[in-house]
């Protein structure tokens, strides 16, 4: 990573810390621990399988909101206060500008995941008492989660590129909700015919696959989880995070900024 | 070696939103800064001023034309590291103190480490920002704003500083303390390029102006030059009451005050002036030559652009 990229993602984490994004850690604390506590009372062998479930769900849910509501405002806000204008006048280029605020919001959200699990574990253990060896993969649901927020991040940064961030949230909360059920829309593909098929087939490849990268339930139930997965997901996140970040780039290129 | 080469900048906006129709904001201009200057670009408001700075800084894309930064093209990434700019009405990250924020912009301009922490403080004492460790800049006063965006600006040692409204919410000693700056930066041997509406910074501080109005360039030159070239008229001043007869036919309108006469001729007419006094045996107090303010300058080069605007319309 150049200089630039460096410091800008940094100055952008630190932004997100002063803006106090940080405190929804205390949110999560509070739920995952009451919802501990509860499970222990209640559940009769499944408390695992429950903490597991509700604990990754939050995480994934508590950051994609962080991701869409603070993604949306990376771009926007700067040109609207004009902060822009004093970093493109120094020798900074735009992609770095948009690479950089990229990998900020990414870093925040992977120290905010980071202080989740935690959580997730402390609760894990408070209603088991153990961990299990089955337990680790409960580190490639998290990984497949932050690969969620990668996507959605860059995402994000495209609409706030040339959209206002009312309509940003709008689209990347609707891709969020459709690309969680992008294998359904795929089966659906394969049933249709004529130009349904061709829409259907197109939508479903065009929307992030967010379906493959939940494996919340599996972990769950303690399936096993393939390596072959954790590589197509890395690629496949690799690959549409940087198809996003590049269509950001070249919106945000011939961008005037008035 | 021109420190800017303006050749032929325009720019046109769509606006609408249905149906889009081109507006130009900035017919094309063609304008040279010189080393060393310091240039006044002068303009009422939405006169094209700050599209011209954006443009420039690389903000905005002009439609066509293009410029020369430091004798290089003005999309050279190199360029950027020698010039500064303070945009109008600055915000910054308000999260952040003085110190934060400069050490960030110093980061980007590609400041060593080594030097950062110093130069940092030099700027905000030169300023005048003191007494402001650990303030986040959501704090500052409009004034302080100001002086913080100059800081930025001047932080990197530019070889040339794009200033836009420089003195927009200072009270009069921040303007002193500006105008002083300036001066400063010009005997550094750096280029100073300024946008304002304030003609009496202008007047005081440049070596050039250049007018816009309505997005086309109405004048250019030094300001002496300018204010001179408005009418070119002298006041001849004599002793006496009477107005010789020759006298009359160079000027339509004589004021007698107590023993002196008073009258303004054309400059090309003072020779023939002296000769009638020096015949007529009356003696010349003073032969004057008017000065326009800018300010003068300014309203005339306006007027008649209204005027022209309306006769074409």
Redesign the interface.
């Known amino acids: 990573m150049n200089?630039?990229i460096a410091?800008?993602a940094s100055?952008t984490f630190?932004?997100a810390v002063?803006?106090r994004v940080l405190y929804n850690l205390i949110a999560f604390a509070v739920l995952i621990s009451a919802a501990a506590i509860f499970i222990g009372q209640i559940s009769i062998e499944i408390e695992r399988l429950v903490v597991i479930n509700l604990g990754l769900t939050a995480v994934s849910l508590f950051g994609m909101v962080i991701a869409i509501f603070v993604g949306i405002g990376l771009v926007s806000k700067e040109i609207e206060?004009?902060?822009?204008?004093?970093?493109?006048?120094?020798?900074?280029?735009r992609w770095e500008f948009i690479v950089g605020k990229f990998f900020g919001l990414a870093g925040t959200l992977v120290v905010n995941t980071f202080f989740m699990a935690l959580g997730v574990f402390g609760a894990l253990f408070y209603v088991a008492h153990r961990f299990s060896g089955a337990d680790s993969s409960i580190f490639i649901a998290l990984y497949f989660i932050i690969l969620q927020f990668l996507i959605i991040c860059a995402l994000a940064l495209l609409f706030s590129s040339f959209s206002s961030p009312l309509l940003s949230a709008v689209f990347a909360f609707s891709l969020f909700i459709i690309g969680s059920f992008a294998d359904d829309l795929r089966g659906f593909a394969t049933l249709a015919h004529g130009l349904t098929h061709w829409v259907a087939t197109g939508a479903a490849y065009l929307v992030p696959n967010f379906s493959a990268l939940n494996v919340i339930s599996a972990v769950a139930h303690q399936q096993p989880i393939s390596w072959q997965l954790v590589l197509q997901n890395t690629l496949y996140t690799l690959f549409y995070t940087a198809m996003a970040l590049s269509g950001a780039v070249l919106v945000f290129d011939?961008r005037?900024?008035? | 070696m021109a420190a800017i080469e303006i050749l032929g900048l325009e720019k046109t906006y769509m606006v609408g939103f249905w149906r889009k129709r081109p507006k130009r904001a900035l017919q094309p201009l063609h304008l040279t800064v010189e080393d060393g200057e310091i240039f006044g670009f002068l303009g009422p408001n939405g006169a094209g001023k700050t599209t011209t700075l954006k443009m420039l800084m690389g903000l905005v894309s002009p439609t066509a034309g293009t410029a020369r930064i430091l004798g290089k093209d003005w999309t050279d990434p190199e360029v950027k590291a020698q010039i500064g700019f303070l945009p109008e009405q600055p915000y910054f990250y308000d999260y952040l103190t003085a110190h934060e924020l400069l050490d960030y912009y110093g980061q980007l301009s590609g400041v060593p480490a080594k030097d950062r922490k110093n130069r940092v403080e030099e700027v905000l004492q030169r300023v005048g920002l003191t007494d402001i460790k650990g303030i986040q800049l959501r704090k500052f006063s409009k004034g302080m704003l100001q002086r913080a965006g100059i800081a930025q600006a001047i932080l990197h040692s530019p070889k040339l500083v794009f200033l836009d409204e420089p003195m927009s919410g200072l009270d009069p000693l921040g303007r002193r303390d500006v105008r002083d700056l300036i001066l400063q930066l010009q005997q550094e041997g750096k280029t100073v390029f300024f946008s304002t509406h304030i003609l009496s910074d202008a007047e005081a501080l440049c070596d050039r102006v250049a007018i816009i109005n309505k997005g086309e360039l109405r004048g250019v030159g030094a300001v002496e030059e300018l204010t001179k070239s408005v009418q070119g008229k002298v006041e001849v001043v004599w002793q006496g009451t009477q107005v010789p007869a020759s006298m009359k036919a160079l000027s339509a309108e004589f004021h007698v005050t107590g023993e002196t006469v008073r009258t303004v001729i054309s400059e090309n007419q003072q020779d023939a002036a002296i000769d009638v006094l020096r015949r007529e045996r009356l003696r010349l107090i003073s032969i004057i030559p008017l000065r326009t303010s800018l300010e003068s300058y300014f309203v005339e080069k306006l007027q008649h652009s209204q005027t022209t605007a309306g006769t074409s319309a």
């Open positions: 200089a630039r410091h800008i100055n630190r932004e002063r803006d206060k004009r902060t822009l204008y004093t970093v493109l006048s120094r020798p900074v280029r011939r005037d900024l008035k």
